[in-house]
């Protein structure tokens, strides 16, 4: 059973931590409040920017920047993404207002191999062509399968390089995106690739009876 909201406490190190904006604070509690006990935090963009009163890209930016601090760790259930806490000595370095080091009761996540594999330039975040819950996880199901298939994992700049590629061939449109992104992983490929549209004949349609009339003469 979920616990009731009773409101987002900000712990000391969250809110004196010069690093982070208003909105990163915010966020980063709510993570804390809620992944208690070792869990999982479920919330969509859209939710929680609506909770907070921000847009759904600030406050992807803001996720993209707690992960790229090596706060938390971003992951995939089969149906949404999730978000655990990741370590706290990366915490500890952020730097303080007050100059003090800093101390703190939130909870870790094993996600040590998880972390350890990220390729993060710090300073540096991936921009996504469309902003849906839908759109973000079917891209997460992409990087998940080409995991799977042991595929080279992208860079942050290979990734960024394929999502403009993506919203190219997709003509700006979501939906053709995702399909490109479906039709990929259906098919077993490694790239993503324009939807092959049908063919149609050029040809104009032969008509029996005026062929008929055309060759009697008439």
């Given at each position: ?96 207002q007050n100059g003090e080091a800093a101390t703190t009761n939130c909870p870790t996540s094993i996600q040590d191999s998880i972390q350890d594999s990220k390729q993060v330039s710090k300073g540096v975040e991936i921009i996504y062509p469309y902003e849906s819950e839908i759109f973000l996880q079917t891209w ?79």
């Open positions: 059973m979920s616990k009731a909201f009773t409101g987002v406490w900000i712990p000391k190190d969250i809110y004196l931590a010069e690093g982070l904006t208003p909105t990163d604070k915010l966020v980063y509690a709510d993570i804390v409040n809620l992944c208690s006990n070792k869990g999982e935090y479920f919330k969509a963009n859209d939710t929680i920017a609506k909770e907070i009163g921000a847009s759904s890209r600030t406050v992807q930016r803001s996720i993209q920047k707690l992960e790229n601090e090596g706060l938390i760790t971003k992951g995939f259930n089969g149906r949404s993404r999730t978000i655990c806490l990741s370590s706290i000595d990366k915490m500890a370095k952020l730097p303080r997460m199901i992409w990087l998940q399968e080409r995991k799977e298939k042991k595929l080279k994992k992208y860079t942050q700049k290979g990734e960024q390089a394929q999502l403009h590629n993506l919203q190219k061939i997709s003509n700006y449109d979501e939906a053709t995106a995702i399909k490109i992104i479906e039709q990929s992983i259906a098919q077993g490929w490694a790239g993503l690739f324009a939807i092959k549209q049908n063919k149609t004949n050029s040809r104009p349609k032969l008509d029996a009876a005026k062929a008929l009339k055309w060759a009697s003469g008439r």
